[in-house]
């Protein structure tokens, strides 16, 4: 399928699963953060805001594992290499649970110093805690489930990874106003939603590796420690790791910007306006996850002419996506914003905010697509600088820069220039980079049609 579907449905049927997923599992962050809102006002949606840069963090050494694991596994399989691939698998969930342990080991000790360096203030310390303390307890369950799903969707299996998320999603959902609500749990609960729903889909991804037909079921002895293919693992999956990274340190940099300069009401604005911007964003990566086997895959059977098309295609499917949420979030600021609190001052700083940091929202998508395409294809170096152009290279410099020169509109004016020049970098890398598909196209074209001259030749002698 992956190798011989014509690219637009086949992308179609990859990332429709995953957007979907993904879209459920964004839905449930912003429910979260209007359930909050209404429940504990605009502190709690700040202590949301001062504990997102751990939530980063968690699912960068998530997406590290498992997008290095699903590189791996996706290119084995387009060789033939079913071993390869076992061993791929089971080495991510050793990586996975290893990772785990360690950040709940780690979170717990320094809990306090984590949150001061995340920027709580008076204000928002307590319920920063409340929700931070949940989720550590979560981070071995949350690491496996986003590694196995991630696995699952490199062997083409993308109705079964959105299984597993939707399993996640849906019970958060339907958590959320049982442990908020009803039983007054207030941050805390949604924090216990979240690490309950994960908990289930880690559940559904040992059935699946147990019970499934997969050609990525490892057997025992694939858990042998191997340190070779570990260390493939984490070397495609750093980029990304990287690139998530940045996100967790640019939404340091910001908390602790906003208190310096605009306060707690800052601060709860900008955690409205990054769920909001994580709800847009979120189904475009499942066109990305969509993208990324079907890259792997071809470029490992060398079938580069059929990589080229899924790139662009790709980059022209995110573009039209995140145009459409552009337009929503430029005309509806305030009904937005009112869905998360009813303070007046909160509302009228949100829409100004929104506005801006929204502005280059329709081209972001060829940066999620540059950098997944040479991690898909195992180009760790163009990979990793593609990861942190947006983040640090560009958005936190700005961000303290600007702060600096304008107060807190500097922080939200930092945003669309940010994006501009990340998405500038990501076409000039992907340019040279099509350019060199194309010589290996017509290489192996010429080599195809040279063996099929001898084999002719052999026939009719």
């Known amino acids: 399928m992956l190798g011989k579907q014509p690219i637009r449905p086949l992308l179609l049927r990859m990332s429709v699963p995953a957007m979907v997923g993904m879209f459920v599992n964004a839905l449930y962050n912003l429910v979260d953060t209007i359930f909050v809102g209404q429940a504990v006002g605009a502190s709690g949606i700040g202590g949301l805001a001062i504990a997102f ?45 290893l990772s785990g342990a360690g950040i709940l080991a780690l979170g717990y000790t320094f809990l306090e110093q984590i949150l001061t360096m995340f920027g709580a203030t008076d204000g928002l310390y307590d319920s920063a805690r409340e929700y931070l303390s949940t989720i550590i307890f979560g981070a071995p369950v949350l690491i496996f489930a986003v590694t ?80 070779a293919v570990s260390a493939e693992i984490l ?20 908390n602790n910007t906003l208190s310096l300069y605009g306060g707690d009401l800052s601060i709860a604005v900008f955690g409205v306006i990054n769920r909001l911007l994580m709800f847009a964003v979120m189904p475009m990566f499942g066109i990305v996850q969509g993208f990324q086997p079907i890259a792997g895959y071809n ?80 180009k760790a170096l163009p ?42 970098v990501t076409l000039l890398f992907l340019r040279v980079e099509l350019k060199k598909l194309d010589v290996k196209h017509s290489e192996q074209s010429l080599r195809t049609r040279t063996d099929d001259t001898e084999v002719a030749a052999r026939a009719l002698s």
């Open 53 to 97: 840069p751990f939530q980063i963090f968690l699912f960068a050494l998530a997406t590290m594992v498992g997008i290095g694991s699903s590189s791996v596994a996706s290119r084995a399989l387009g060789r033939r290499d079913y071993a390869g691939a076992r061993r791929a698998t089971a080495q991510a969930f050793l990586l996975a649970l």
């Open 299 to 378: 470029y490992g059977a060398r079938q580069f002419d059929r990589v080229k098309h899924v790139v662009r295609t790709s980059a022209i499917a995110t573009t039209l996506f995140t145009s459409v949420f552009f337009v929503v979030m430029q005309l509806f600021p305030a009904t937005l914003m009112r869905a998360f609190s009813s303070d007046p001052e909160m509302i009228a700083l949100g829409v100004t905010a929104m506005r801006i940091v929204v502005f280059a929202l329709p081209i972001i998508g060829i940066q999620l697509v540059g950098a997944a395409y040479f991690m898909a294809v195992g």
């Open 235 to 254: 070397r495609i999956g750093f980029p990304n790791f990287t690139k998530q990274l940045g996100g967790s340190v640019l939404a340091i940099v910001i």
């Open 383 to 424: 990979a990793f600088i593609l990861s942190i152009a947006r983040q640090i290279l560009f958005l936190i410099p700005f961000v303290i820069l600007f702060a600096w020169l304008w107060g807190t509109m500097g922080v939200w004016i930092a945003f669309p220039v940010a994006d501009t020049l990340a998405t500038t």
């Open 148 to 227: 196995g799903n991630n696995l699952i969707r490199s062997e083409g299996r993308a109705r079964a990874a959105m299984v597993s998320m939707l399993i996640g999603a849906g019970a958060n959902l339907i958590l959320d106003p049982i442990f908020i609500f009803g039983l007054g749990l207030g941050v805390r609960g949604a924090a216990l939603a979240t690490v309950s729903g994960f908990f289930l889909s880690a559940i559904y991804v040992v059935g699946y590796f147990l019970f499934a037909d997969s050609s990525l079921k490892p057997v025992p002895a694939d858990f042998a420690p191997d340190t």
